[in-house]
């Protein structure tokens, strides 16, 4: 079993930058890939990035392609998505998500979330 949790939200004004972390922890040996989702309030989850495990392959939302960039350390158990030239749409509660590529990046479906790290972005 795996469990996420992610860090590294908060209050930044338009324009800035903010990096979240996703730490896993549990059996990595069946992830094959990462990626991060957002919801607003009364809205779905929505798609920002998946990325193949080895990171090799990547797959951006439309919305933030050229602003996010999404990473991971050596090891694996730490993921990044930083963000820069934040937009006050990019305001929402950010999740990590764990498992196949088309899983996360065609169906939004993981097979393990985070409890999700809220971003506010000030015009």
């Known amino acids: 079993q795996v469990q996420l949790e992610e860090s590294g939200g908060g209050l930044v004004q338009a324009g800035g930058s903010l990096r979240l972390s996703c730490t896993i922890s549990?059996?990595?040996?069946?992830?094959?890939?990462m990626g991060w989702f957002r919801q607003e309030p009364g809205k779905e989850r929505e798609f920002v990035v998946a990325s193949s495990w080895n990171a090799m392959n990547t797959n951006y939302a439309d919305s933030v392609k050229g602003r996010f960039t999404i990473s991971r350390d050596g090891t694996g158990n730490t993921w990044y998505l930083q963000m820069n030239s934040l937009k006050p749409e990019d305001t929402a509660v950010y999740y990590c998500?764990?498992?196949?590529?088309?899983?996360?990046?065609?169906?939004?479906?993981?097979?393990?979330w985070g409890q999700g790290t809220l971003v506010t972005i000030s015009s």
């Open positions: 549990g059996r990595t040996g069946s992830i094959y890939a």
């Open positions: 998500g764990a498992g196949t590529l088309v899983g996360l990046a065609i169906n939004a479906r993981a097979d393990a």
